[in-house]
């Protein structure tokens, strides 16, 4: 874990490119030394349906919520956090610029107790990491 959600308003896909997004917020993720790569899941989602603010045809959103393992210390979470939004923050440079546009990002902890995986990607990679070092 973690696996940070993306909700956004569709007309973003005639002027952003949402995959390149997706792969940079991953690799911030990871970059960040908080969050192990085998554990990473970025997902997008356009809002089909959606009303924004005063409903002027031009404002959209990015709605970020990541959610994450238990034990990480609110600093290590606060840093990641901030390393993670400015990537969305410099992606979306030019909407951010205008008066029509609202990003927000949330960083929500699990419950362990309440918590069911399992991940098969992990051993892989690891096994990838030995043969290569051999």
Request: charged residues 20%; negative net charge.
């Amino acid at each position: 874990m973690p696996h940070l959600s993306i909700q956004y308003s569709p007309q973003l896909d005639q002027s952003h490119d949402i995959k390149a997004l997706c792969e940079q917020l991953g690799e911030a993720m990871v970059e960040t030394g908080v969050f192990p790569r085998a554990g990473v899941r970025v997902r997008a989602f356009p809002a089909h349906h959606e009303f924004v603010a005063d409903g002027h045809p031009d404002n959209a959103f990015v709605a970020m919520q990541a959610f994450v393992g238990a034990g990480r210390s609110l600093e290590d979470k606060q840093g990641a956090g901030s390393a993670i939004y400015a990537v969305a923050e410099a992606f979306f440079a030019d909407r951010l610029a205008g008066g029509h546009f609202l990003l927000s990002f949330e960083i929500f902890e699990n419950d362990p107790a309440l918590s069911w995986k399992r991940n098969t990607i992990l051993p892989r990679l690891k096994a990838e990491a030995e043969a290569e070092a051999r």
